[in-house]
Each structure stands twice: as C-alpha cells, then as structure tokens.
C-alpha cells in the first residue's frame, strides 16, 4: 500500500504525465456525460422496452460498447463500433488492394490518408445505421405507449445527423486522448464503457445469489474466485512471450569493442493482443445491424448469429478471432525485417543462417506459437456462454471472458505500463518493485 501511495505522489510530480491523466480524465467526464444525452424529442421515461431489451443477448454487449448510451437513446448511441468497422474493411484492403499497399508504405502520411479514409467509410455506415436504430427505436417506445414518426421526415433526418455527429464525436474523443492522453484512446474510450457497466453486474449477480436458498452467498464467492483465476490467465496470455537468443559478433572500431554479447528477442504469444477480439465481434454486430437492431424481422440463419449464448455465434465468433490473431501477427511481425535487422547490426540466430533463413526460423517460431496463442484466445472469448450454462445472469457471465475482460486486461496492462515508462523515465520507481515491469501491448497496433 506505501509503495502503491508513493507511486501516486510520483506521477502527480511529473507535469507532463500529471496534465496528461487529467486531460484523459476530462475527455472521459465528456463522454461519460453524453452517454445520457437523450436525443431531441426522445422521452426518457418510455425508454423502459428498449432497456428492457438490452438487458440481454448481442444486445447487451452492444450497450456495453456504447457504455450504455444504447439503451439510453443517446447522442451517443451508436458508439464507436462503426469506426472499428471501418477500420477492418481498411484493412483487408491494405492485402488485397495495390492502391492501399501502396499507402501503407509511404510512412506517416499515407497514414493520415488511410486515417482519412476511415473517418469517410465511418461516416457511410454511420449513415446507413442511424435510420435502423431509429426504426427499433420507435418500435420500442411504441409498447411504451409513445411511437414515432419514422419515415423520411424531419425527425429521422435531424436524428440520423446528430447520431452520426455523436458516434464521430466519440471517435475525435479517442483520437485526443491517444495525442493529448495516456494514449490508445479508441481502446480507452470502449474499456471506460465496459467498466461502467461492472459494479451494476456485481451488486445484480450479488443480489440475486443473496436471495437464492441453500448457498447462494457460497455460489457468489465461487464466481468472484473463478473470475479471478480467469483474469490472471488472460494477464498471462497477453504477456506471455517466447525468447529467441541473438548473439552479435564482435567488432573492433578504432580502440572500443562492439558486440560479442547474447541478447534474445522476445516474440509475444499473442502479438496481435485484444485487436482480432475488437474485430471479430464488430463482425458479428453486422447481422444485428441488417435487422434494425431487432430480431423480430430476421430469419432463423440470422437469429442463430444473433445469440450469443448458441453454438454457432459462439463457433464463428472463435473462427473469427483465430483468423484475426493470424492476419493481425502478419501485420505486426515482419520476420523479413528482423532478419534485415539482425543482419545490418551484424547479430544472427545460433545455428541459423543471417537473411532468408533466419526470417524463415523466425516465421516458423511466429507460426507454432501463434496458433496455441489463438486457440487460448478464442477459449477465453467464448467463456461467457459457459458461465451462463450454470446459472451466471448475462451482466455478470460477460466479464468471465469475452470481449469485455480481454479489453480490460490489454488496456488497463498497456495503461499501466505507459504511466510506468513515463515514471522511469524520470528516475521514478514504477507500480512494482524493482525487476519486476508491467509488460504492455508494445508492438501491437493500438487505436
């Protein structure tokens, strides 16, 4: 607790780090404020049929990611799940696309192009989803007694504006706490909607285990154990890494020594981290969107991809994440480049030969433990609809894996390490003792 104190003062001393956590703190108070911005001729209190329908299902993770301004009707409704959308049809494009690629190499500014083109396809599907949330919307607030007037009428044109105004809004919000913040701002902006959502799914599985007869306050301390084993095993995955030894041979310039030590590489079990998670379920939003955000109008197949306890959302939700792990390592480890690297700082691998043999050992290893790495991903990402098996409420069984528990460990661990780095920059102890570093998601691609 001294330690944890201490550390506290240190950061308070750093202006730089200090300005910055307060600056994040703000953009999230904005946020957090806007969640409950009902939109302009919205009745708050009919809202009871669409809380009532985000209390559970897909739906129920989608109000998560707005950080409930969903079941709220708010400006910010539609949440920043149509930037990530558009984020993954970029890309794909960047594989398929010559015209992409080529952008993708030009550095910083084909970036900003690329970054660009993102906000636009955002927009379009903005656009496209504002009007299917307005139409569940007046369906909802019909059995409340209140319909509205959906059609192509002033309120569904002003309310599509606003909606995709707030969802870009949220995005800008991101992008300044990722410049002006702690950084990974998009990545912050959906933890601090998880979050909020954690202590009401607490006192909820609380409360309905107190009231359970033959054991059901023992039941609720088996769960908050379970979920705490399930939480250091995903600690354990997105930090675990598997070590390749580099020795660098000597050289001799004028009357210094250069090389003739072993270093190791580290190669990270999960280098694509909580991304292909991200990814996967704003995929498998899509058949929740094409339906309005109701399943009263879909058919079988889509109602199948739209229970997030059945076999096969859950199924294809795992493929989708194994796929994703995959695509984003081939993005992020470049074995060519390494043993570019390696080669010009006159390193190579023991037993290796330097160039094309060792950017083949180097893709092998990245291969072997890649796959074990997304098979234990998509392991902990499909935990909730076992936990609901046996009895867990749908608040509570989605911190037991999931999108939700993975995106909280992979951004409060790269949080953490950030605030550390800037702490030892300054010749500041961090969170921990001495020889032991919080291991964040450095080399992975962070929104």
């Known amino acids: 607790m001294r330690?944890?104190?201490?550390?506290?003062?240190?950061?308070?001393?750093?202006?730089?780090?200090?300005?910055?956590?307060?600056?994040?703190?703000?953009?999230?108070?904005?946020?957090?404020?806007?969640?409950?911005?009902?939109?302009?001729?919205?009745?708050?209190?009919?809202?009871?049929?669409?809380?009532?329908?985000?209390?559970?299902?897909?739906?129920?993770?989608?109000?998560?990611?707005?950080?409930?301004?969903?079941?709220?009707?708010?400006?910010?409704?539609?949440?920043?799940?149509?930037?990530?959308?558009?984020?993954?049809?970029?890309?794909?494009?960047?594989?398929?696309?010559?015209?992409?690629?080529?952008?993708q190499k030009e550095g910083e500014s084909g970036r900003q192009k690329m970054n660009q083109i993102t906000r636009y396809l955002t927009v379009a599907?903005?656009?496209?989803?504002?009007?299917?949330?307005?139409?569940?919307?007046?369906?909802?607030?019909?059995?409340?007694?209140?319909?509205?007037?959906?059609?192509?009428?002033?309120?569904?044109?002003?309310?599509t504006i606003i909606l995709c105004?707030?969802?870009?809004?949220?995005?800008?919000?991101?992008?300044?706490?990722?410049?002006?913040?702690?950084?990974?701002g998009i990545s912050f902006i959906i933890l601090i909607g998880i979050i909020a959502r954690l202590p009401g799914a607490i006192v909820q599985e609380f409360s309905s285990r107190l009231n359970d007869a033959g054991g059901g306050l023992m039941v609720f301390f088996i769960e908050v154990i379970i979920l705490l084993f399930v939480f250091a095993?995903?600690?354990?995955?997105?930090?675990?890494?598997?070590?390749?030894?580099?020795?660098?041979?000597?050289?001799?310039?004028?009357?210094?020594?250069?090389?003739?030590?072993?270093?190791?590489?580290?190669?990270?079990?999960?280098?694509?981290?909580?991304?292909?998670?991200?990814?996967?379920?704003?995929?498998?939003?899509?058949?929740?969107?094409?339906?309005?955000?109701?399943?009263?109008?879909?058919?079988?197949?889509?109602?199948?991809?739209?229970?997030?306890d059945g076999f096969w959302y859950n199924f294809v939700f795992a493929i989708l994440i194994i796929a994703f792990t995959y695509f984003y390592t081939a993005i992020i480890i470049n074995p060519v480049q390494m043993a570019e690297n390696l080669k010009l700082n006159n390193g190579f691998i023991p037993g290796v030969k330097p160039g094309k043999k060792t950017a083949e050992y180097i893709d092998t290893i990245m291969s072997r433990i890649t796959l074990p790495g997304s098979i234990l991903l998509a392991i902990i990402a499909v935990l909730p609809a076992f936990a609901r098996l046996f009895g867990v409420s749908m608040s509570f069984a989605q911190f037991y894996g999931g999108t939700s528990l993975l995106i909280m460990v992979g951004v409060i661990l790269d949080t953490l390490q950030q605030i550390e780095s800037h702490l030892l920059m300054r010749h500041y102890d961090g969170f921990f003792e001495s020889g032991m570093r919080i291991k964040g998601r450095s080399g992975a691609m962070a929104y």
């Open 3 to 103: 330690k944890f104190i201490e550390t506290i003062q240190n950061i308070w001393k750093i202006e730089d780090l200090r300005n910055r956590l307060l600056t994040t703190l703000l953009f999230v108070l904005i946020y957090r404020f806007g969640s409950f911005v009902v939109l302009p001729g919205i009745d708050p209190t009919a809202l009871t049929s669409l809380h009532a329908q985000t209390a559970g299902g897909l739906m129920a993770l989608l109000d998560m990611f707005s950080g409930g301004a969903f079941s709220n009707a708010s400006v910010f409704a539609l949440g920043i799940m149509p930037y990530i959308s558009a984020s993954i049809v970029i890309q794909l494009l960047t594989i398929a696309v010559p015209y992409f690629q080529k952008m």
């Open 125 to 159: 599907i903005l656009l496209f989803q504002g009007p299917s949330y307005l139409v569940n919307l007046s369906v909802q607030m019909a059995q409340a007694g209140q319909p509205l007037a959906i059609g192509f009428n002033w309120f569904t044109i002003s309310s």
């Open 165 to 184: 105004a707030g969802s870009m809004f949220v995005m800008w919000l991101g992008e300044r706490i990722t410049d002006r913040g702690i950084g990974n």
């Open 233 to 308: 095993f995903a600690i354990m995955l997105v930090q675990g890494t598997r070590k390749i030894p580099v020795q660098y041979a000597k050289r001799i310039v004028g009357n210094k020594q250069y090389g003739g030590v072993r270093q190791y590489i580290p190669l990270k079990v999960n280098a694509a981290n909580v991304m292909p998670i991200i990814f996967a379920q704003a995929i498998m939003f899509i058949p929740i969107a094409l339906v309005g955000f109701s399943a009263s109008g879909a058919n079988a197949f889509t109602r199948a991809f739209m229970d997030n």
